[in-house]
């Protein structure tokens, strides 16, 4: 499957955006879709994942700030964000995996499938 992330920009603390990540090339309502981010310097962190019926898993950081949705019929998952932070700036990458169990779901060797990065900069 290829993913294609969009979205980010730049905006001042407390701002909202919306990142989108299209897929095709594969049965997109089988995979687990996830964001992950990284920061200059920094390791590739787990953001939020949403399996293939719905369930949702946040890191703590962003739980209650952001929002993880899918929608099927365009193949495409959402990363809504409010209530940013000087922190969540970074690089957000989307990521599919058809095999990833619960357990393993923030790690970023669970997933074989990697969209571009879509840079959010956000100003204090």
């Known amino acids: 499957v290829q993913l294609q992330a969009c979205g980010g920009g730049l905006v001042q603390a407390g701002g909202s955006l919306r990142l989108s990540c299209s897929a095709s090339g594969g049965t997109f309502r089988m995979y687990t879709m996830a964001w992950f981010r990284q920061a200059p310097g920094k390791e590739r962190e787990f953001v939020a994942a949403?399996?293939?019926?719905?369930?949702?898993t946040y890191a703590d950081t962003v739980k209650g700030r952001f929002t993880i949705s899918r929608d099927n019929a365009k193949n495409t998952v959402y990363l809504q964000m409010n209530s940013l932070k000087p922190e969540d700036t970074a690089l957000y990458y989307c990521?599919?995996?058809?095999?990833?169990?619960?357990?393993?779901?923030?790690?970023?060797?669970?997933?074989?499938?990697w969209g571009q990065g879509t840079q959010v900069t956000v100003s204090s």
């Open positions: 949403i399996r293939s019926g719905g369930s949702t």
């Open positions: 990521a599919a995996s058809r095999t990833v169990i619960l357990s393993s779901i923030m790690s970023k060797t669970s997933y074989a499938h």
